[in-house]
């Protein structure tokens, strides 16, 4: 398992080691020991979520506040994402920063985001599969977000952002300063 840093602090993809051979592959996916070492998190899953989405879908930009905050370690099983994280700590250095990354069945990359962070991706393929732990469980009443075509983070989404697919919900989400 390779970790690269990405300009966010704390913020990582993972490249795990894959096994090849007549048979197929094998990989781990998430190694809990090997990533808390690696990274010096504490990192425990305790949700699986799994999402299917059609080309131009773009979900986010999601958080949960405190205290129901959530990690999520974020793959893909099917298709091609551009998977986005925005980090929202205020006391952060990178504050009000995002961090773009191809996502693929194929590519295998793992992003890791941390609690604290927003989160959203386009897909941009057909049948694009979501697969992401996260280390704190669901909850309605703490589920919060920001537009993804705010100006003041100025995110290059890779797709026409005239042409995305936005649910009712993510529609009406406001600014960060708002
Ligand atoms: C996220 C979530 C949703 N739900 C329900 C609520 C709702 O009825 C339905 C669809 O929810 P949403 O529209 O919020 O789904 P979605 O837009 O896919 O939300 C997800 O987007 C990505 C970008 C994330 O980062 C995730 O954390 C999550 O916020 O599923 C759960 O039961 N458990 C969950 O953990």
Redesign the pocket.
Known sequence: MKIVKTKLLDAVIIEPAVFGDDRGYFFEGFNEEQFNKLTNQDFKIV?L?F?KSSKGVL??????RAPQA?A?LVSVINGEVWDVAVDLRKNSKTYGQWHGEYLSAQNKKRFFIPRGFA???VALTDDAELM?A?DNH?S?EY?D?VIFNDPSLDIDWKFDPLDVKL?E??EKLSKLNQ
Not at 59 to 64: A, D, I, K, W, Y
């Open positions: 949700q979520n999402s979900r986010g930009l999601h958080f949960q959530q999520k989160h959203g991706f992401y996260v669901y309605k589920d977000g649910s919900k993510d």
